[in-house]
């Protein structure tokens, strides 16, 4: 008898991030693509969602549990299952039916994913509502999750430490996205942006302020070097706070350029003619910007921390916050080839397709 897994599909349908949406997306295709014999994929969605299916070709069917996605998420918390029923359920987020059931005998299975520990170290990046919805799933999980996948040792000894998991954490990292690659329109999407011709990139999402204000103080080292600072993921409004930053981090006006979120094309368009990019980060929270630029081949310069240790590897530069600067500058004229090459060879080592099969294995061993 062939096996199921059926994948909550909701961040597909109502994303509450354009990051978590992608991931879902591309995770999702990857499972359809290479299951084990005899294994195929089903979607859970949220009521009127079942045109799902057509956007993924192989996969077995979309399940509508009922409900609309506000609905849904609100039972699931409560602890309301459905009428999802059984079999194994794996959800690339924590939204998922968290309730009691057996594994055992029945071989019910249930996975969820944590990306971020934004809820409990990060008020900036997510609202109140978001953030109770996501210590109450998590508390869920603890109790009922036969596993929770994070991208991230640096994230699972978080949850080790502070929460009771204890050997049902998996750590599977994520990717850029699948499309991520340089438009065959770049040059258009650059003059249409007002992008300059030499510069340091420094993506800013979800950052906090003590983290922009950093990785701006690192960036001042490209100006140095004659390069301008183009700054991207800025919140609608605050532009002129964060040109206020760079000024006070010693970036004169003229070399700087504050751009919002850009959807993946403009962003590859832009990102991948940096001559290097800034990040400071204290989050532990997977680095979707950072993880783009390994995958765009860029030089990267970041402070040291747990999660660029192992994220960032041997492919780029990991300094004290202190030698930003002077690694920003190093990075954009001697250092540059070196670490465009090291910064490629580690962008490799993320894709769709190997945490697919990681999914896979680890629902095999469950």
């Known amino acids: 008898m062939g096996v199921t897994l059926r994948f909550v599909a909701d961040q597909l349908v109502a994303p509450t991030d354009t990051d978590l949406q992608q991931a879902s997306g591309d995770l999702l295709h990857a499972l359809i693509a290479a299951p084990p014999r005899g294994c195929d994929v089903a979607a859970i969605v949220p009521s009127g969602d079942e045109h799902l299916a057509s956007s993924f070709s192989g996969l077995r069917e979309a399940q509508s549990v009922g409900l609309a996605r506000r609905e849904l998420a609100a039972a699931w918390q409560m602890g309301i299952a459905g009428t999802v029923g059984g079999g194994l359920i794996h959800s690339p987020s924590l939204m998922a039916p968290l309730v009691r059931h057996d594994r055992a005998n029945r071989g019910d299975q249930t996975v969820v ?9 990060s008020k900036s990046s997510m609202s109140k509502t978001q953030r109770m919805w996501t210590r109450a799933m998590l508390k869920r999980a603890a109790k009922h999750a036969d596993a929770i996948v994070v991208p991230t040792f640096a994230l699972a000894e978080k949850l080790h430490d502070l929460h009771h998991f204890g050997e049902r954490i998996r750590v599977i990292a994520g990717a850029a996205p699948s499309h991520f690659v340089v438009p065959s329109d770049g040059a258009a999407r650059l003059r249409d942006l007002q992008i300059p011709a030499t510069f340091a990139v420094v993506p800013i999402d979800g950052a906090s302020r003590d983290d922009v204000e950093t990785a701006l103080v690192g960036a001042s080292g490209a100006v140095t070097s004659d390069r301008d600072v183009v700054i991207l993921g800025a919140a609608e409004g605050t532009e002129p ?71 960032v590897s041997d492919g780029g530069l990991l ?9 920003v500058r190093r990075a954009v004229d001697e250092e540059a080839e070196r ?21 896979w294995q680890l629902h095999a061993e469950l």
């Not at 994913?113 to 170290?121: H, I, K, N, P, V």
């Not at 930053?245 to 070399?255: D, F, K, L, N």
């Not at 700087?256 to 204290?282: K, P, T």
């Not at 300094?319 to 690694?327: E, H, N, R, S």
């Open 319 to 327: 300094v004290a916050a202190a030698d930003l600067k002077d690694a």
């Open 113 to 121: 994913t944590l990306w971020t520990y934004d809820a409990w170290e």
């Open 339 to 359: 670490l465009r090459v090291m910064s490629s060879d580690r962008g490799r080592a993320y894709s769709w397709q190997s945490a697919a099969e990681q999914v």
């Open 241 to 311: 706070q964060i040109a206020d930053m760079a000024a006070a981090a010693g970036i004169p006006e003229r070399h700087v350029h504050v751009r919002g979120a850009l959807d993946a094309a403009d962003r590859a368009a832009v990102m991948s003619q940096a001559d290097v990019a800034v990040f400071a980060g204290s989050r532990v929270a997977w680095p979707w910007r950072l993880v783009e630029a390994l995958r765009l081949g860029l030089p990267v310069v970041a402070t040291d921390s747990n999660l660029h240790r192992e994220v």
